[in-house]
């Protein structure tokens, strides 16, 4: 399977805990993108990385979301202090990025219940 | 600011029939790009098209088709002789020059009941 992978498919947390998610994207694109999914919502952008390059953080990213791509391959997202707002499907994508960019591909996401 | 409107939340179909999902999007760029992506119940957004603003010519790919029109901001998706596996969640999407992320709409809610 060559597409964007994400574990853990699904988590439950109790409030007030630390998650982490990982995505391992398409091995030969350089932006890695993750979004988070409400219900009934389109997804919203929160970061892209491009390799190992944190480029934008959405101002829906607050001081508890940190996400990283060490060595410009897999990437972590990692909530602390979880609260019940935080529930959602996030979704990590990837995409080549340069004088031609590609479209993104997205994973089956992670979904995320906060109890 | 960009924005993409997508006023159908729900639409019911039968079989066979063709459908019509609309896509409204907003943009100071005058070059950005245009993409459909449908969300079956497994959660994974599927990639189906990109079009870049210069590219009016309209698509067709089986029973997908796709109207751009930039004279009304609208990049519609027909499909032809829908089929129960076309029942998902599609999603129009919208992303300016230099810009790699992606402004989505709310989603139009498909099912096809056979």
């Known amino acids: 399977d060559t597409g964007v992978s994400q574990d853990p498919r699904h988590k439950i947390t109790k409030r007030g805990q630390n998650v982490t998610f990982r995505c391992d994207p398409i091995?030969?694109?350089?932006?890695l993108y993750w979004y988070r999914q409400t219900l009934g919502q389109g997804p919203e952008f929160l970061t892209y990385?491009?390799?190992?390059?944190?480029?934008?953080k959405s101002r829906l990213l607050s001081d508890r979301f940190s996400a990283e791509r060490p060595k410009g391959s897999f990437s972590t997202l990692e909530i602390q202090r979880t609260e019940q707002g935080d529930s959602a499907m996030y979704l990590c994508?990837?995409?080549?990025?340069?004088?031609?960019?590609?479209?993104?591909?997205f994973g089956q996401g992670t979904r995320l219940t906060v109890v | 600011a960009q924005k993409v409107t997508q006023a159908q939340t729900e639409i019911s179909v039968v079989e066979k029939e063709d459908v019509t999902l609309d896509c409204v999007y907003e943009?100071?760029?005058?070059?950005?790009?245009l993409f459909w992506y449908k969300q079956p119940p497994s959660g994974e957004l599927v990639f189906l098209i990109r079009?870049?603003?210069?590219?009016?010519q309209n698509e067709i790919s089986g029973r997908y088709s796709w109207n751009f029109q930039k004279s009304t901001s609208s990049f519609n998706f027909t499909i032809t002789a829908s089929q129960v596996v076309d029942s998902a969640v599609y999603f129009c999407?919208?992303?300016?020059?230099?810009?790699?992320?992606?402004?989505f709409g709310k989603g139009t809610m498909l099912l096809v009941s056979p």
């Open positions: 994508a990837s995409s080549w990025g340069g004088r031609v960019n590609t479209e993104a591909f």
């Open positions: 091995s030969e694109h350089n932006r």
């Open positions: 990385f491009q390799n190992e390059a944190q480029l934008e």
């Open positions: 943009t100071r760029d005058t070059t950005y790009y």
């Open positions: 079009r870049n603003s210069f590219d009016e």
């Open positions: 999407a919208l992303s300016e020059a230099g810009y790699s992320t992606l402004t």
